[in-house]
């Protein structure tokens, strides 16, 4: 980073959605420890489609640039007439009353999540934001400004990842309350799905989140 070297990494297994390899092997903190690198790029995509370009991305950029993926089966999000734009957000449900801001693995439970409070009345716009670095502040601001709440949801630490990035960028701009959901403390061994229910990263237990959110700051 210090030289702006040509460099990619690509960090695998990321998350507690590994499963069985349990927390020794769970990448929970790597984007807290690029974030703070100056010229580092960072980017997490949400599925198969997505992970392609992105890869293809990184190869044309010029720099350093961290790649995270998951392992588990995710369900594609995204058609073949998808194009990935580095450092744009990726709107995928538009909505009214709070954004859900996701990367990763957890975007599809994030668009889960929204059907769930559109039966409850509650429009949730979902974006997938897959270059966390640098993050899309156009959008951000935008968000911000018309939705006054904001809700992240990350397979990664609450503290440093996205959740926090959004925060920092906001904070000088257009401060807005924001709820972050993600891993609290460390992971642990077990079936990948089961361990979403528990760390509450299924799209009922988003929902519900959410909803307190927005009774708590209506």
Not at 43 to 57: G, H, I, K, L, W
Not at 118 to 140: C, F, K, M, S
Not at 144 to 154: C, K, S, Y
Request: aromatic fraction near 6%; proline fraction near 5%.
């Amino acid at each position: 980073a210090f030289s702006n070297a040509n460099v990619k990494i690509v960090g695998t297994h990321a998350g507690i959605g590994i499963g069985e390899d349990g927390y020794s092997q769970m990448g929970l903190e790597d984007i807290a420890l690029m974030r703070p690198l100056p010229n580092m790029t960072i980017v997490q995509p949400a599925d198969a489609v997505e992970t392609a370009q992105a890869v293809e991305a990184a190869i044309r950029h010029e720099g350093p640039l961290f790649l995270r993926l998951t392992r588990q089966k995710v369900r594609d999000l995204h058609g073949e007439d998808y194009t990935f734009r580095l450092g744009e957000a990726d709107p995928l449900r538009q909505g009214s009353d709070v954004a859900i801001l996701a990367t990763g693995g957890v975007v599809a439970p994030a668009l889960d999540a929204a059907d769930r409070l559109a039966v409850r009345g509650i429009q949730a716009e979902v974006t997938n934001i897959h270059t966390i670095q640098p993050i899309d502040r156009a959008y951000l601001t935008a968000c911000a400004r018309r939705f006054g709440r904001i809700v992240t949801v990350e397979d990664h630490n609450v503290i440093g990842g996205l959740g926090s990035a959004v925060c920092d960028t906001l904070a000088g701009i257009h401060p807005v309350p924001v709820e972050r959901i993600g891993v609290e403390g460390f992971g642990e061994s077990g079936d990948p799905d089961e361990l979403y229910e528990k760390y509450g990263f299924t799209g009922q237990a988003i929902a519900e989140r959410v909803e307190r959110f927005l009774r708590s700051n209506g």
